[in-house]
């Protein structure tokens, strides 16, 4: 076991304390408190760490991860807020998504801040609330950092960068009828009306094809009606989960949705946007020197909310994330700090 990597410790300390997204408080107070012992400058923000001289000159490059989780899964078999090593494993509730990135980007930050191009500033952002997509998560911090040339988010990639990301659209549907007796087969039947927009929803075709994305997704998942078995039913409510593309974006997605169906359609949000790292960017060809494989990610992150050039890179794998058992690898830490160092020493502007 690897147990002389000396952030080991940080990670399990931090994951003992419950950090469901919300309710971040005292994981935020522990880890600024740990920033303040290196005498970093930390500006705290709701529960949001911001680290770095905003005032500095130079171009602005930022490392963002998040402490928050999920609640836990049933199938636990420990307790998900005692962490636990287990050989070179390090169980526990958000050890992979996404205490692993924030210990590597920790590290790699504090290796890298003074070490980066001339005309480079780096910034160290631990978010809070992003597992709900949160108002005082990183939304509330990054209209105080100005234009940003880069961000490189910290998610469970294996370390591989992902250069695109899906976006997501949520819409609630309605269809009217008119209600009236099922025996004498009057009214109008809204589940009946409300088939044929869903089918028409599951019709829909995307030509255009994205470099790194799947095609788009429009399913329904949801629907509500009726009150009584022989009331023809006069309201049909249904859920439509829109997932979005580089091609196709939420606001695209909504227009050509709403083309096929005649219900009414009301997106719940339309802000978490797809996203896709222009092929000549400095991020792109820092990727092509460092020697890493490219890739398009079907999850969802912080990247949604960014304006800016990102990509998601960071220790660990997806499909651990999550679920009851997560657990990181110490090994998957050194490497990730090791890359995440590497990596800002191609970045180029």
């Given at each position: ?251 695209r997605l909504l227009e050509m949705i709403r083309s096929v169906c ?81 990596f800002l020493q191609h970045i180029e502007i």
């Amino acid at each position: 076991m690897s147990s002389q990597f000396p952030y080991t410790e940080l990670l399990l300390e931090m994951l003992s304390i419950p950090a469901v997204s919300r309710e971040e408080e005292k994981r935020a107070d522990f880890l600024e408190s740990y920033m303040k012992e290196l005498a970093w400058p930390v500006k705290r923000i709701y529960n949001n760490l911001l680290v770095g001289d905003l005032d500095a000159p130079g171009a602005s490059v930022l490392l963002n991860s998040h402490m928050d989780t999920v609640p836990p899964v049933e199938g636990w078999e420990s307790d998900p807020f005692i962490p636990l090593v287990h050989g070179e494993k390090i169980l526990g509730l958000g050890s992979n998504d996404a205490g692993a990135s924030v210990v590597s980007m920790l590290a790699a930050y504090n290796q890298m801040k003074d070490k980066l191009g001339k005309g480079i500033r780096l910034l160290l952002l631990i978010s809070a609330e992003e597992e709900v997509s949160g108002s005082r998560g990183i939304s509330a911090v990054l209209p105080m950092l100005g234009k940003l040339e880069a961000v490189i988010v910290g998610e469970p990639t294996g370390m591989a960068p992902a250069v695109a990301e899906r976006g997501l659209m949520v819409l609630d549907g309605e269809v009217r009828g008119k209600a009236g007796h099922a025996a004498r087969n009057e009214g109008e039947n809204a589940i009946y009306k409300a088939m044929k927009d869903m089918q028409a929803i599951a019709q829909l075709e995307f030509p255009e094809q994205s470099d790194w994305l799947p095609a788009p997704g429009a399913q329904v998942t949801m629907i509500s009606a009726g009150t009584r078995h022989n009331v023809v039913p006069d309201l049909c409510r249904y859920v439509v989960d829109v997932r979005s593309n580089d091609r196709y974006g939420n606001e695209r997605l909504l227009e050509m949705i709403r083309s096929v169906c005649s219900g009414e359609l009301i997106p719940r949000s339309t802000r978490l946007l797809s996203s896709g790292l222009d092929r000549d960017h400095f991020l792109m060809k820092a990727i092509r020197a460092a020697g890493l494989e490219p890739f398009g990610s079907s999850t969802l992150s912080d990247m949604a909310l960014i304006p800016f050039p990102s990509l998601k890179m960071g220790p660990g794998e997806s499909a651990r994330s999550h679920t009851a058992g997560e657990y990181i690898k110490i090994s998957e830490l050194e490497q990730g700090v090791e890359a995440y160092c590497q990596f800002l020493q191609h970045i180029e502007i």
